[in-house]
């Protein structure tokens, strides 16, 4: 097996090519061009080393790739799983389960409640969250992000935050055996 990376032009060359000193020198030009070129192709596979996008990189994938909702400004962890889902947002945009998986992204966990769920008007919809931030700083990004992938005519009514704190719990029983006698 031929192995693309460590393959000399020299040694495809018949033999008495091979012993031409002007072949000879040629085809060891081409071999650095062909190795400088052969390590490119690595660069070539975007998503395979989606680990390694810098922050310039992923602003210019972002306008390449058009995520439904992108801020230069979030942490580049965030951006580049923005940039890696963005063609599955819009193949399910404008789908709760889209509004959920943006959530998850930028604010951790959520859940969208639709309006027959929770007794609501008709295309209305509830998000619930566990991200305290959202209410304070991040409000209007929050909003922005869910705008950005639900459904025009669907309407957003509310977010409500939920918080889970460990909560000691004691319970107490007792059970007695004995008889009654009655004389």
Do not use: C
């Not at 008495?16 to 002007?22: E, F």
């Not at 650095?32 to 192709?41: H, K, N, S, V």
């Not at 389960?97 to 409640?113: N, P, R």
């Not at 008709?122 to 991200?131: G, S």
Request: charged residues 20%; aromatic residues 10%; without cysteine.
């Amino acid at each position: 097996m031929i192995n693309i990376q460590t393959l000399s032009l020299i040694e495809l060359l018949p033999l008495p090519i091979r012993k031409d000193p002007a072949m000879a020198a040629a085809a060891a030009a081409l071999d650095i061009q062909l190795q400088e070129t052969t390590a490119m192709i690595a660069d070539l596979n975007i998503f395979g080393r989606s680990a390694e996008w810098t922050d310039a990189e992923t602003d210019e994938l972002a306008w390449q790739f058009k995520p439904p909702y992108y801020d230069p400004a979030l942490p580049v962890e965030q951006k580049r799983l923005l940039i890696q889902n963005a063609i599955p947002f819009h193949r399910h945009k404008g789908t709760a389960s889209a509004v959920e998986d943006l959530i998850a992204i930028l604010f951790g966990q959520g859940a969208v409640e639709e309006w027959w769920q929770y007794g609501g008007d008709p295309y209305h919809f509830r998000v619930v969250t566990n991200n305290a931030d959202v209410t304070a700083a991040r409000a209007q990004e929050f909003i922005a992000a869910v705008d950005a992938v639900k459904r025009l005519a669907a309407v957003l009514d509310s977010v409500t935050i939920s918080q889970a704190e460990p909560l000691p719990l004691y319970m107490g029983g007792f059970l007695h055996f004995g008889e009654h006698i009655q004389i």
